[in-house]
Protein backbone atom coordinates (compact mmCIF):
# COMPACT_ATOMS: atom_id res chain seq x y z
CA UNK A 1 0.00 0.00 0.00
CA UNK A 2 2.92 2.28 0.61
CA UNK A 3 5.65 1.41 -1.28
CA UNK A 4 5.17 4.15 -4.75
CA UNK A 5 5.08 6.95 -1.39
CA UNK A 6 8.19 4.92 -0.19
CA UNK A 7 10.29 4.32 -3.70
CA UNK A 8 9.83 7.88 -4.37
CA UNK A 9 10.86 9.13 -0.64
CA UNK A 10 13.79 6.69 -1.33
CA UNK A 11 14.69 8.44 -4.70
CA UNK A 12 14.08 12.09 -3.36
CA UNK A 13 16.45 11.29 -0.56
CA UNK A 14 19.37 9.76 -3.15
CA UNK A 15 19.19 12.75 -5.81
CA UNK A 16 16.56 12.41 -8.18
CA UNK A 17 17.72 13.68 -11.47
CA UNK A 18 13.67 14.58 -12.20
CA UNK A 19 13.82 17.13 -9.12
CA UNK A 20 17.64 18.59 -9.85
CA UNK A 21 16.65 19.64 -13.39
CA UNK A 22 13.71 21.08 -11.97
CA UNK A 23 16.29 23.19 -9.58
CA UNK A 24 18.39 23.55 -12.51
CA UNK A 25 16.46 24.79 -15.66
CA UNK A 26 14.19 27.17 -15.37
CA UNK A 27 11.84 26.04 -18.15
CA UNK A 28 9.09 29.00 -17.27
CA UNK A 29 11.59 31.22 -19.00
CA UNK A 30 11.14 29.35 -22.50
CA UNK A 31 6.98 29.88 -22.17
CA UNK A 32 6.76 33.61 -24.18
CA UNK A 33 9.46 31.60 -26.95
CA UNK A 34 7.56 28.94 -27.14
CA UNK A 35 4.39 30.51 -27.37
CA UNK A 36 5.28 32.98 -29.97
CA UNK A 37 6.74 29.54 -32.19
CA UNK A 38 3.91 27.65 -31.73
CA UNK A 39 1.41 30.45 -32.67
CA UNK A 40 -1.02 29.28 -34.76
CA UNK A 41 -2.41 30.98 -37.62
CA UNK A 42 -6.08 29.68 -37.34
CA UNK A 43 -6.45 30.74 -33.72
CA UNK A 44 -6.42 27.51 -32.62
CA UNK A 45 -6.14 27.31 -28.83
CA UNK A 46 -2.68 24.70 -28.21
CA UNK A 47 -4.06 21.52 -26.65
CA UNK A 48 -0.97 20.52 -24.02
CA UNK A 49 1.43 23.14 -22.65
CA UNK A 50 4.25 23.66 -23.95
CA UNK A 51 6.29 23.78 -21.57
CA UNK A 52 5.20 20.77 -20.33
CA UNK A 53 6.06 19.42 -24.04
CA UNK A 54 9.48 20.71 -23.97
CA UNK A 55 9.89 19.00 -20.48
CA UNK A 56 9.10 15.93 -21.99
CA UNK A 57 11.33 16.09 -25.08
CA UNK A 58 14.00 17.17 -22.80
CA UNK A 59 13.59 13.97 -20.93
CA UNK A 60 13.31 11.68 -24.09
CA UNK A 61 16.47 13.11 -25.56
Request: proline residues 3%.
Amino acid sequence: MFGLSDHLERLSANGDPLEVLAQVVDFEAFRTTLLAALAYSDGAKEQYDPVTMLKVLVLAA
